[in-house]
């Protein structure tokens, strides 16, 4: 019998100076539609941009999550502010296609959903406050100089995710696993941080990592297949080419009976044993609170 596992671990990146052309500090009222707010509705409506590395369940949850926190907290689109949407598809030259893109439409804050994006949207603007989500490690992309004191115009939430406790779970379900395979794009920084992690959590437990790398997401499907005969369980990390193509792997788990673990729900909902992580959803809605705050003129860690 499948056991299905999954909660929520939500991280945050704190901004404790005011991120540049955020307009002028809210009021005393810790409402976010309070008076302040509503002057800023009567004044301006605000353009948003966001910037999506590809289409996949995830990702989509997040950005559907930063919109219902957005309106949640007083900003809705048709009313006082626009979204212009834009998705790379995966490609990693397009995301700074479409950061030079948002910029050049000024904008008044960007999303930047997943690493590459935000890596992109960093690089070109230093003025526009950015607000990310779905990106792992914001310290070892550049994004940011600390968690608690970014020093730059970044803020948001991050996936990273509980590899080891991920690890420990499959090794309770699946006590007599040895050998897990991890399929991952190592383009994707937040993939090859994961693993490295994997990696060091493995020997603990007993287990052994063997890697199967992939360019895109229609290589998911042989890269499976390679692993097949050598592995007992599959560990799928939060890579957005392998998201992109869970189905691929969930075919040929299933034809070879070898069980999935997850990094975040998604994965379980695309047919993964179980999962001890991400809501993205839930992260992406924090985010929009964030952006809220941002876009009355509040700071973030305040």
């Known amino acids: 019998m499948k056991k299905n596992f999954s909660i929520t671990l939500i991280l945050f990146i704190t901004l404790s100076l005011m991120l540049v052309g955020c307009g002028s500090p809210a009021g005393s009222s810790s409402d976010p539609k309070g008076a302040s707010l509503e002057d800023t509705k009567s004044e301006k409506v605000f353009t948003i941009g ?4 590809v289409e996949h369940p995830a990702l989509d949850g997040a ?17 006082n502010i626009d979204i212009l949407l834009e998705n790379a598809q995966a490609d990693f030259p397009t995301t700074q296609t479409i950061a030079n893109k948002l910029v050049s439409e000024k904008v008044d804050l960007i999303l930047a959903i997943a690493t590459p994006s935000a890596q992109s949207a960093a690089n070109v603007t230093k003025d526009i406050p950015i607000l990310i989500t779905a990106v792992t490690d914001p310290v070892e992309a ?20 509980p590899v080891r406790e991920q ?20 383009a994707e ?6 693993v490295n992690i994997a990696k060091t959590a493995a020997g603990k437990l007993e287990l052994k990592i063997l890697e199967a790398t992939v360019a895109n997401a229609s290589e998911v499907y042989q890269a499976v297949q390679t692993l097949a005969g050598k592995v007992d369980a599959i560990y799928t ?14 075919k040929v788990a299933n034809d070879e009976k070898i069980p999935i673990i997850g990094a975040e729900r998604g994965h379980v909902d695309g047919g993964a044993l179980a999962t001890l992580g991400i809501d993205y959803y839930l992260l992406g809605k924090q985010t929009g609170l964030v952006a809220s705050k941002v876009l009355n003129g509040e700071d973030p860690a305040g």
């Open 50 to 53: 966001i910037s999506q590395f």
């Open 63 to 79: 950005r559907q999550g930063f919109i219902d926190g957005l309106k949640e907290a007083g900003f809705e689109e048709g009313k």
């Open 142 to 161: 550049g994004l940011v100089k600390s968690l608690e004191i970014p020093e730059t115009n970044v803020t948001g939430t991050t996936d990273m995710n």
């Open 167 to 186: 690890l420990e779970l499959l090794k309770e379900i699946l006590p007599e696993s040895k050998n897990v395979g991890v399929i991952y794009n190592a």
């Open 189 to 194: 920084p937040n993939s090859v941080i994961q």
């Open 237 to 250: 990390p939060t890579d957005n080419t392998v998201a992109s193509a869970i189905s691929a792997i969930v």
